[in-house]
């Protein structure tokens, strides 16, 4: 009887230190967690087309002038650094892109976007390619 009860014992204190070890090694890698994602600083001639974009988008992404893009859980951005001529041939390659409706929005500022090594990139033209998965 004795021993059933010692066995018991351990038994609760081996489960509370497995259960105190797991929450500490959670609070202590918390920020290392993070969700599915990649990204490449400058041009990326060797970009290759996914089967979800839009027929010709590539020649888009594949553009010289690109400084900074990134893919997370499926969504694609692009960031270019563009000058007005390389605006239009941007322009150009985006209106050849077989897509039902092409929307352009054009905005007045400078914009920056942040690297996941928290460096910053400046941009003035981007595209974002919708993918992956959506929640309902």
Known sequence: MEDEKTTRSLFRIHMKTRIILTLLGLLTFRELGFGMGEEHVGPNPSAAAQPDWPRNIVEVVRHPSCAYSRWVNGGESFYFHATPAEINELVALYAKARMRDHEIRIEAGSNTVKAFS?????????LHILGGHTWR
């Open 118 to 126: 928290g460096t910053t990139h400046e941009y003035n033209v981007s």
